[in-house]
């Protein structure tokens, strides 16, 4: 029925649809879903400690026997800069005293592992299916024993440059990120977000430049991105946003709130949540600070000062200093479980392919 099959004999699964692992935002229950559905389930381990990602994967191999995706991030952590950090506290300190909260009290740290031994000793035990990285890859050594594992691996490239690095560091099929995305930009090899590309743009551009299967990502909603996706030459596509109107997605009531008044135009590139360029719906936070500061430390150490003050204001129902992660797509997107919309999305692309 697929034009391409490449990516389903890839990871073994019945349908051409990748659920992005949107660390925070989903969990085991997710994965499981679209897994059992015929789609590729993932699970975001970057906010996970080695610990807890061992308790979902063990809930996943328990409720499914399926391929799925265990994702890590592969940033290089930042060298010690408590000058930036000090100075961004300063840069917030009036939200602080809005909403009586001690400016000078220590900033809570800021989690986002990067790939190391310990999460690469639960590939080690589970053997997931396929690993997908974020920011890159890790260090040569770590990714040897990945795919030692026989696992397929896979990374988002945000450039044809990136992607054109990936196929010769051997990824098995690249993830094309268009600008369009919600979330972290995948982007690696350079830090210039102004340059970035449009999905329209960059999938059959990547196509071209590789031969290993692309992924199409990025403004992906619904039936139509799919069959967009394959017309472009990508072999399947990976979708975010649809996925955190499920009621398996795990964002805060205030987020969920915002995706379902979210519009096309009320989204932006900011750096204020972590320290590094993503796309998430605007807000106090993005339009008083951002979208795009020089005062924030690197990532991923911009999220710790803002804590205190999304514990401040959340329990109200306000999403003003939290990152509301959201693609460009969101108006698009529907509520219902993450399994049926898995097989909604396949029928709907299908029917859009045979009509031409």
């Known amino acids: ?17 990748v659920q992005a692992p949107m660390a925070g935002a989903n969990l085991a229950a997710m994965a499981v879903a679209v897994s059992e559905a015929g789609g590729l389930g993932s699970l975001p381990c970057a906010l996970l400690t ?20 265990v994702n890590f991030f592969s940033h290089r952590p930042p060298e010690a800069g408590e000058g930036r950090e000090a100075a961004w506290k300063r840069r917030l300190a009036a939200y602080y005293v809005e909403f009586g909260l001690d400016p000078e009290a220590p900033a809570p740290s800021s989690s986002r592992a ?24 890790p260090h040569a050594e770590l990714l040897a024993r990945v795919k030692r594992t026989g696992a397929k691996v896979i990374s988002s490239a945000t450039t044809v440059e990136e992607a054109r690095f990936l196929e010769r560091e ?25 340059t970035q590309v449009g999905t329209m743009a960059l999938v059959p551009q990547i196509v071209d430049a590789v031969k290993v299967p692309v992924i199409a990502a990025g403004g992906i909603a619904d039936g139509r991105g799919i069959a967009a996706a394959f017309a472009l030459g990508a072999s399947a ?11 398996e997605a795990t964002v805060a009531p205030a987020h969920r709130a915002a995706l379902k008044s979210a519009r096309d135009d009320r989204t932006a590139i900011t750096n204020v949540f972590t320290g590094r360029p993503a796309r998430s719906i605007v807000n106090r936070m993005v339009r008083e600070v951002g979208p795009i500061s020089d005062a924030a430390p690197p990532f991923p150490l911009a999220g710790g000062a803002l804590v205190p003050l999304r514990q401040a204001t959340e329990p109200n129902g306000s999403g003003d200093f939290m990152s509301l992660w ?27 392919m045979r009509r031409g």
């Open 237 to 247: 596509a990976q979708i975010g946003t649809a996925y955190l109107f499920t009621p």
């Open 1 to 17: 029925m697929w034009p391409d099959r490449r990516i389903l004999d890839l990871f073994g699964i019945e349908l051409p649809i």
């Open 326 to 352: 959201s693609g460009q797509a969101a108006p698009l997107c529907r509520e219902m479980p993450a399994g049926e919309l898995t097989r909604r999305l396949a029928e709907e692309a299908l029917e859009r």
């Open 170 to 194: 051997e990824c098995d099929a690249v993830i094309a990120q268009g600008f369009e995305a919600g979330g972290h930009r995948g982007i690696f090899l350079s830090d210039d977000v102004s």
């Open 114 to 137: 990067p790939f190391d031994e310990a999460y690469l000793a639960l590939v080690e035990e589970f053997r997931p299916e396929v690993v997908s990285f974020h920011f890159g890859l």
């Open 50 to 69: 080695p610990e807890r990602a061992r308790e979902e994967l063990t809930i996943f191999r328990q409720a499914a026997a399926k391929p799925v995706n």
